[in-house]
């Protein structure tokens, strides 16, 4: 079956530090590819979507870039906030086949930002 | 502020108690989703639902049942709960369920009820 491999929380940086979140999928075909932030009391927000290999997603200076070699999709912002402090998922479904609707998710990574 | 409305946010109940939660979508959507994120988890797909019929019931126990009475409004009866039910459960909504080999539609999600069953 299709699952979704994220690393391990919870993340803290400082503000203005690099963030990489790792992402790895297994899928049989060619899913689309999502990350999703949660921030705390609310429920999940799309933040970038990528829908084929080699397909940069980017949103509020976060970016990731769907690799199918390394069947790879890493988070990534160059200089992060406090206010970027949340969990972040990373997410599969399928572009075909009858099950396009079901977004595959990954355990989620917690991400805190101090000032 | 998603679209997409959960009450009520928190539910505390017992064992033996029935419950509803309610889902409401201001979207304009055509499909309907409830999900499970316990603690340490992936979140869960439980049920979809498609211009108010379900499509998907993924190996849910029947002490969960959905019902969806139009394309705007979900719920989630409960009833007889285990302390192992314990989660966020989450609602989202899309656009349609995508026919054939289409892309996705985006799923928005609502902020959750937190249920803990004691």
């Known amino acids: 079956g299709n699952s979704v491999t994220q690393m391990e929380g919870p993340v803290t940086l400082s503000e203005e530090a690099f963030l990489t979140i790792n992402c790895t999928y297994t899928?049989?075909?060619?899913?689309?590819l999502f990350w999703y932030v949660q921030y705390p009391g609310e429920g999940l927000q799309l933040l970038l979507k990528a829908t084929k290999a080699d397909d940069k997603g980017s949103n509020k200076g976060f970016e990731a870039t769907y690799r199918k070699e390394t069947t790879s999709f890493h988070l990534e912002k160059g200089s992060v906030q406090v206010s970027d402090s949340a969990v972040y998922f990373c997410a599969l479904t399928m572009n075909s086949g009858g099950s396009n609707y079901k977004l595959t998710f990954g355990k989620g990574t917690l991400l805190t930002v101090n000032p | 502020e998603t679209g997409v409305t959960q009450t009520p946010r928190h539910l505390v109940m017992g064992m033996t108690n029935k419950k509803s939660l309610k889902c409401e979508q201001h979207l304009g959507h055509n499909a309907m989703y409830w999900y499970k994120q316990s603690a340490k988890k992936p979140l869960e797909l439980m049920f979809v639902?498609?211009?108010?019929?379900?499509?998907e019931n993924n190996s849910v126990p029947s002490r969960f049942s959905p019902e969806c009475p139009n394309s705007s409004h979900l719920f989630l009866h409960l009833h007889t709960l285990q302390p192992e039910d314990s989660a966020l459960y989450l609602c989202?909504?899309?656009?349609?369920?995508?026919?054939?080999?289409?892309?996705?539609?985006?799923?928005?999600f609502g902020p959750g009820t937190r249920l803990t069953v004691l």
């Open positions: 989202a909504s899309s656009q349609a369920i995508p026919s054939g080999g289409a892309a996705p539609d985006t799923q928005y």
């Open positions: 639902y498609s211009l108010e019929e379900r499509v």
């Open positions: 899928a049989t075909g060619y899913p689309s």
